[in-house]
Each structure stands twice: as C-alpha cells, then as structure tokens.
C-alpha cells in the first residue's frame, strides 16, 4: 500500500505522522519505506540522516525525477534504518520544483518510479512525508499514492487547510484517477473547547467517507524526544500512551489495503 501524507499547513503533524505511523507499521511485522519528500528534511533528520542531507555526492530524488532514464533507481536512493528504509531529502530538493517544472508528465514521476522501481514488491507500506505546500512534489506523492492520510491540529484554522486540500485532491483525481482519503489524524489535541469543536467538525466531514477514520494524538513531549533521538516512539526508550493510537492507524492502513 501507498500512502501520501498530506496537509499543506505547516505544523500540521505530517512529519510525526509519518515517522511514528511507519514505525507502528514496523512493529506489526511489515517492511515499510519512508520517502522525505519535504525539500526541508525534517523526516530524514528525525531518522538520524542529517548528514546525508547536505552531502554533495550523494544522489536524491532531485536528481532522479526529473530523468526519465533513471525511473528504476528507487533502491538505490534507499538507506535502511533500524525501523525502516528511508529515501532521505536533499538540500538540493529545494530546486526540485523548479527542476519539474517544464518536464512532461511532471506529476507523475514519482508514480512512474515506484512502478519501474517494483517497489510495491519490495516493501508492504510506501510513505511519503509531504512538503509544506501544494506543489508538483506533493502532486507527485498524491498522483503516486491515491491515498492521502491526513493530520491537522485541532485548530479553526485547520479548516480553510482542509477545504483547499480537498480542492487540489478533486482536481488531482479529475486527471490522474482516484485519490482516497484514508484517515485524518489530529495532532497535538488539548482539552480545550476549540479542540473539542474541532474534533466534531473532523469527524462529521471524515467519517461519513468510505472507510475514513478520525484519530486524536495529544501534545506529548516524548513524541519531541523521540525524534531527536532518531527513531519512532515505538523504539524510543521512554513508554508514551499514544503508540496505541498509531498502532490503531496501522491497523486501520492494514484493513484498508485488504479491501
Ligand atoms: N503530538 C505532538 N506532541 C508534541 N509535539 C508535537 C506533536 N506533533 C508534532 N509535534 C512537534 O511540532 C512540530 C511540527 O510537527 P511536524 O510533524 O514536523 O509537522 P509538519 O511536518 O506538518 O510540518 C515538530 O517540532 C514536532 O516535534
Ligand atoms: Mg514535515
């Protein structure tokens, strides 16, 4: 299964998302790949490979593609982690769009490199740690995945995110085919009034689709300490009560790959 995880709010949780959702994933048995999709990093930093994302002469998916004769050398770009494989970001990426810009097919790279790369053989879960915006990169991970997990911060201004979100999907699937919202995961959720409102409006729009569901993760400091150290929370040292809901995330993604 492939999955996009997507807001292009800032903060919004896709980076913790990622990490501790594949790390879940790992822990129920199954070879996941993470791709940092996120020109700034911050998924490649939280898995411990900072130096790779600056190191001049190590290639990254800014120099793969834009070049349709390197569309089968996804494993290459590949670094195992003790949790999983990991496709880190390079500061180069930050170029990518520009790069994209003006190819042909320019939202379709990714998609095309998971296919010639036979990465839906090689690993159980794709996860791909988007951008901050609704770029051709996060086009790219949508067109390639079809199905979008979703984290915001119970916040009003979450709102206006999602609806523009649910927009650029649509568009997305008009062109390429479906796109599935497979979960929303609101992040950092406190006990106040606006968060409570919150998660009504969450669940009244994602849990009337098809198999969508709403999960609440709250503000936990060991989610925080757990990414400095480079790992999930999962193989972090300190026990935090929110395993169990990304663990409820993997089980979700597992019905839903079934069906
Ligand atoms: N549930 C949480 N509890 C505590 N800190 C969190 C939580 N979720 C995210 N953070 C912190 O908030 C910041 C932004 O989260 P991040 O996952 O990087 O968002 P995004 O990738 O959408 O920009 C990070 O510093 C992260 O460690
Ligand atoms: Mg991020």
């Not at 807001?7 to 896709?14: E, M, P």
């Not at 590949?78 to 990518?96: C, G, K, L, T, W």
């Not at 916040?155 to 919202?181: N, P, W």
Request: glycine share 6%; with cysteine.
């Amino acid at each position: 299964m492939r999955l996009g995880v997507t807001n292009q709010k800032g903060g919004a949780g896709k980076t913790t998302t990622t990490l501790n959702v594949a790390g879940a994933l790992n822990q129920r048995g199954h070879d996941v790949l993470v791709i940092d999709l996120d020109p700034q990093g911050h998924a490649t930093e939280g898995l411990g490979f900072e130096d790779l994302y600056d190191d001049p002469d190590r290639d990254s998916l800014f120099d793969v593609l834009p070049d349709l004769d390197r569309m089968g050398d996804l494993e290459q770009l590949a670094v195992e982690h003790q949790e999983v494989d990991v496709v880190p970001s390079h500061e180069r990426m930050i170029n990518a769009e520009d790069e994209l810009a003006n190819v042909m097919k320019r939202e379709e790279r990714l998609d095309m490199l998971f296919n010639e790369s036979d990465a839906d053989q090689r690993w159980d879960y794709i996860l791909v740690d988007c951008p901050p915006n609704l770029g051709v990169l996060t086009d790219n991970a949508i067109v390639a995945t079809g199905n979008v997990l979703i984290p915001a911060q119970a916040k009003s201004t979450s709102i206006r995110a999602i609806e523009l979100l649910f927009k650029q999907l649509r568009s997305i699937e008009s062109a390429f085919g479906d796109v599935d919202e497979v979960g929303l995961v609101a992040n950092e959720v406190g006990v106040d009034g606006e968060a409570e409102e919150m998660m009504e409006w969450f669940k009244d729009i994602f849990e009337d689709r098809e198999n969508c569901e709403v999960f609440e993760i709250r503000k936990r400091v060991a989610l925080q300490r757990a990414w400095n150290a480079g790992v999930s929370i999962f193989e972090h040292e300190e026990d935090c009560d929110m395993e169990e809901v990304y663990l409820d995330v993997a089980e979700h993604l597992e019905d839903y790959a079934d069906d």
